[in-house]
């Protein structure tokens, strides 16, 4: 399993997809949502958000519920 790349914690599936929808489709190392939020100066909430969004509008990166 991928970790965080700023705070070593374990990245979900959807938080490599996350990495990859907003750094970089090719990233082969990942951010936890809350290095991310941190990242984009954003909350963790709004990312979650977009995660869904993004699952609704059927991105392969992020599988379905």
């Given at each position: 399993?991928?970790?965080?790349?700023?705070?070593?914690?374990l990245?979900?599936?959807?938080?490599?997809?996350?990495?990859?929808?907003?750094v970089?489709?090719?990233?082969?190392e990942f951010?936890c949502?809350?290095?991310?939020?941190?990242?984009?100066?954003?909350?963790?909430d709004?990312?979650?958000?977009?995660?869904?969004?993004?699952?609704?509008?059927?991105?392969?990166l992020?599988?379905?519920k």
């Open positions: 399993m991928a970790e965080c790349k700023q705070c070593g914690r990245v979900t599936g959807d938080e490599i997809g996350l990495t990859k929808k907003l970089n489709r090719g990233a082969e951010m949502i809350d290095c991310l939020a941190a990242y984009f100066r954003v909350t963790p709004l990312l979650r958000e977009k995660i869904e969004q993004y699952r609704r509008m059927g991105c392969t992020f599988a379905s």
